[in-house]
């Protein structure tokens, strides 16, 4: 390859995540032609093909995966180098790449606004992934920090807790044991249980959780989302074990109730999370910082008020 600008690497990159030239031009504000001879003219520098059309499909060759991870590497140490000079003029400027898990969605925002308010010359990339996803952008290097709940030994990178993660069972107002006191976990072996997909870290403490009481999980529905799961709970398909973060309006309207097991709140953290030798930016250095000494006291609603006034819901 002779010589590629930065500017053809984006335009590459973009057709290569949506595998259409259409999109990334929308994306890049470019017409169709412009990408596709650029697209071109990459290709002659690379004297091979990068892409391949397979009907109205388009699909990367192998050369065109090779370059594609070298493009993004160059666009991320571009993107270190402009922060790094926005540092000198101080935080307020650069640009936040984090990735949450679905369940810190409900939550983190909050801490997310507060952040920007301090600094509103930063900008924010947010996505929300699974588990599974998270990790593998992380190991890939794409994103400066995450928030996840349960992070995994042994892969490079560093997890810090920063918060409480309360976690119970719920269940809809009119459920036969919303108004007992002191239920042992035992009285819910027979109950259907609404249970997230195998790999979810909400499930996996769940199920540690009773199977330290000798007990399984009556597993009726598997769900692949918190939002599905306070669904169906409100409408009576059976009671669910989930962050209480996930729940805060549903406790607090009175849509759902948390059952008092003994035991529980089960307390789990969050964690903000990193690759060991990913080298930070100013801007992730000061949001990291932020959560350590700003969120270390924040506390569910659910932990401050006792269980005792919890009210029915009126039909």
């Not at 493009?71 to 571009?78: I, K, N, P, S, Y």
């Not at 952008?137 to 794409?142: G, P």
């Not at 996930?246 to 999370?273: A, C, N, S």
Request: with cysteine; hydrophobic share 45%.
């Amino acid at each position: 390859m002779k010589r590629v600008t930065l500017r053809q690497l984006r335009i590459f990159d973009a057709v290569a995540r949506h595998l259409s030239f259409s999109r990334a031009a929308e994306e890049l504000h470019l017409t169709q032609p412009a990408v596709s001879m650029q697209i071109k003219q990459i290709e002659q520098f690379a004297s091979q093909p990068l892409l391949e059309h397979l009907g109205k499909k388009i699909f990367l060759t192998e050369a065109g995966r090779a370059l594609l991870v070298h493009a993004q590497a160059v666009m991320r140490e571009m993107e270190e180098a402009q922060q790094s000079l926005a540092a000198l003029q101080g935080v307020n400027q650069g640009t936040l790449d984090i990735t949450l898990i679905s369940t810190a969605k409900y939550f983190a925002p909050g801490f997310l606004a507060q952040f920007c308010g301090l600094y509103p010359g930063v900008k924010l990339k947010l996505a929300v992934n699974n588990r599974a996803q998270l990790l593998q952008r992380l190991l890939d290097n794409e994103i400066d920090l995450a928030i996840m709940g349960h992070p995994p030994q042994g892969l490079g990178i560093v997890a810090e807790p920063f918060a409480r993660n309360p976690h119970a069972i719920i269940a809809c107002p009119d459920h036969p044991l919303a108004d007992k006191r002191r239920i042992p976990l035992k009285a819910l072996s027979r109950e259907n249980f609404l249970v997230r997909e195998p790999g979810s870290g909400t499930r996996a403490l769940m199920e540690r959780v009773f199977r330290d009481h000798a007990m399984s999980v009556n597993a009726t529905m598997e769900i692949s989302s918190d939002e599905t799961i306070k669904q169906a709970a409100m409408a009576g398909m059976g009671i669910g074990f989930l962050s209480l973060h996930t729940v805060e309006l549903e406790l607090q309207t009175g849509r759902l109730v948390m059952l008092d097991v003994v035991e529980m709140p089960v307390m789990r953290k969050w964690y903000i999370v990193h690759g060991r030798d990913k080298r930070l930016s100013p801007v992730a250095r000061a949001f990291r910082e932020f959560l350590l000494t700003r969120a270390a006291s924040a506390l569910h609603p659910a932990e401050k008020k006792p269980a005792a006034k919890r009210t029915r819901r009126r039909t």
